[in-house]
């Protein structure tokens, strides 16, 4: 299954909680969308959280973040990776 990269923006000060939380309620869902969201970032300073899932296209990966009320500001393929 593809791979892809997405990115949250505007997260300024995202806790640990928070950032467990979110990914939490991808996790809830995600098999909705034949989705699975393997891992999840947080750079607070930035504002930035970043996320690695597993899922047929990015706009399945959207749909579920949407949902989970967290809409990604971009989905980006990963076609190689070592």
Excluded at 16 to 23: D, I, R, S, T
Aim: hydrophobic share 45%.
């Amino acid at each position: 299954m593809p791979k892809f990269m997405d990115v949250h923006h505007g997260m300024a000060g995202i806790t640990a909680e928070q950032l467990m939380e979110a990914h939490n309620a991808d996790l809830a869902i995600e098999k909705d969308e034949n989705v699975h969201f393997e891992s999840a970032w947080a750079d607070p300073e930035a504002g930035v959280v970043y996320c690695l899932s597993d899922a047929p296209s990015a706009e399945a990966v959207q749909r579920i973040h949407e949902r989970a009320g967290h809409r990604a500001d971009e989905v980006h393929p990963v076609p190689l990776s070592v």
